[in-house]
């Protein structure tokens, strides 16, 4: 298969690209060939602009827009990894999500009438943060953030199975970290054929 990686870290040397690479590894040993996104070192643009909002007039998109879209367009799996940051999503992953996965192409959105566009592809998500285990588990954080993306980003889209990785304990649990890049290796090998990954909404309508 072609999988797309997404990386989301203004660090090359963090904990959030050593996923990444651990991913890229279990991937390419299953035979897959990879296409390595690192929207940091890339300078995308996660700006939304009043060009891009023409999209909701049939207008085409920006050129570095389109070609986001072709990458994705090409692969047949997908895996985004970036930290979560105040419980969610840094700026730069939402605006590539603003951007890229844009009306007329991710999904339809007129009067009466919305839907996925994209192709079902299996993705995983590989989401290091901060907060242990036991806080997450109390302020109920896993359910919210799993049905977010399952439900309100990704598998609105048609992106479906759907792998949801939060990694808790990710910056000072060196166990944990270790056990992260374990879960980040065993997942690119997986992708695909994936025991873990779970229907998004399109299974379910």
Same mark, same amino acid.
């Given at each position: ?14 904990? $959030? ?38 999209? &909701? ?24 990894? &970036?930290?979560?940051? %105040? ?45 242990? $285990?036991?806080?997450?588990?109390? %302020? ?22 759907? =792998? ?18 374990? $879960? ?8 695909? =054929? ?12």
């Amino acid at each position: 298969m072609n999988v797309l990686t997404v990386v989301c870290h203004p660090d090359s040397g963090s904990h $959030t690209h050593a996923l990444a690479r651990q991913f890229n590894a279990g991937a390419t040993s299953a035979g897959h060939v990879v296409d390595f996104c690192d929207l940091y070192a890339e300078g995308f643009d996660p700006v939304m602009s009043i060009r891009d909002l023409q999209q &909701f007039k049939q207008v085409a998109m920006p050129d570095d827009v389109i070609a986001h879209q072709k990458r994705v367009e090409w692969s047949d799996a997908l895996c985004l990894v &970036f930290p979560i940051w %105040w419980y969610g999503a840094p700026a730069m992953i939402k605006g590539w999500l603003d951007r890229v996965w844009s009306a007329g192409w991710a999904y339809s959105f007129e009067e009466e009438t919305e839907g996925s566009l994209l192709a079902a592809r299996p993705t995983t998500l590989l989401l290091p943060c901060g907060a242990s $285990t036991k806080q997450l588990e109390r %302020w109920g954080y896993g359910p919210e953030i799993e049905h977010l993306w399952r439900f309100g980003v990704l598998g609105y889209c048609g992106v479906d199975p759907i =792998r949801i990785e939060l990694l808790s304990d990710a910056v000072f649990n060196t166990r944990e970290r270790q056990q992260h890049l374990d $879960t980040a290796y065993e997942a690119g090998v997986a992708i695909g =054929r994936d025991s873990k990954a779970k229907p998004g909404i399109a299974k379910l309508l």
